[in-house]
């Protein structure tokens, strides 16, 4: 089936910071999403983002799925962005996503 | 529109004992999907289902059962609780997107 990799696995940030958070595929996908787990454990779609480029107030993110990766952005990071974020691709006949094991990031004040 | 809801929210089980896991969606979709979190991990997929009356294993279906009588309802039994059970289990609906619910925290002592 579908592997989901993502890297790096952990990132400190200072607030105010940039980051880049990667996911790459390695298969064709129909579907790739990016969540947000908070640290009281709740998941948060932020991007459905099968191909291209979508933005979110200081989140951004692209796909390409030609070359099996996408890139979240975020910028000006705050406290409140800690947490673990996850990747997920629909690959397969099944219909089912399969997550990648996530970036833990930590914004220091 | 409550979207998808999960009950318990919390449980904490004995070896050996049985439990059910409630999922319910309002949104009218085909697919719905249970999966497990252990920490520091990402998702594994337990069971899915296509729609009302058919369902299939998903990564890691050892240990548990599921039922779809109804488009709306997801039930996943645990028959005997084991502690590697111990877990947060997230029921999900897709349309385009994936919708979670907050997640079931179980733990078998």
């Known amino acids: 089936g579908i592997q989901v990799e993502q890297s790096p696995p952990d990132l400190i940030l200072q607030e105010g910071a940039n980051s880049t958070l990667r996911c790459n595929f390695s298969?064709?996908?129909?579907?790739l999403q990016w969540f947000h787990q908070n640290p009281w454990g709740q998941l948060i779609n932020l991007f459905y983002?099968?191909?291209g480029t979508k933005q979110n107030g200081r989140l951004s993110a692209t796909t390409v799925a030609t070359e099996r990766y996408s890139l979240l952005y975020i910028s000006s990071s705050q406290t409140t962005d800690s947490g673990v974020y996850f990747c997920a691709a629909l690959g397969g006949s099944q219909g089912n996503l399969i997550f990648g094991k996530g970036t833990k990031l930590s914004v220091k004040p | 529109n409550a979207g998808v809801t999960q009950t318990p929210k919390f449980r904490i089980l004995k070896i050996g004992q049985s439990m059910t896991l409630q999922c319910t969606q309002d949104?009218?979709?085909?697919?719905m999907y249970w999966y497990r979190q252990d920490p520091g991990m990402g998702l594994k997929l337990i069971y899915y289902s296509v729609g009302a009356g058919i369902t299939d294993k998903g990564e890691v279906p050892n240990g548990y059962n599921v039922s779809r009588s109804t488009t709306e309802d997801f039930p996943l039994r645990l028959e005997l609780a084991a502690p590697s059970q111990t877990s947060v289990y997230f029921c999900a609906t897709p349309q385009g997107e994936l919708f979670f619910g907050e997640g079931s925290r179980l733990t078998v002592l």
């Open positions: 983002i099968p191909s």
């Open positions: 949104m009218n979709h085909n697919y």
């Open positions: 298969d064709s996908v129909n579907n």
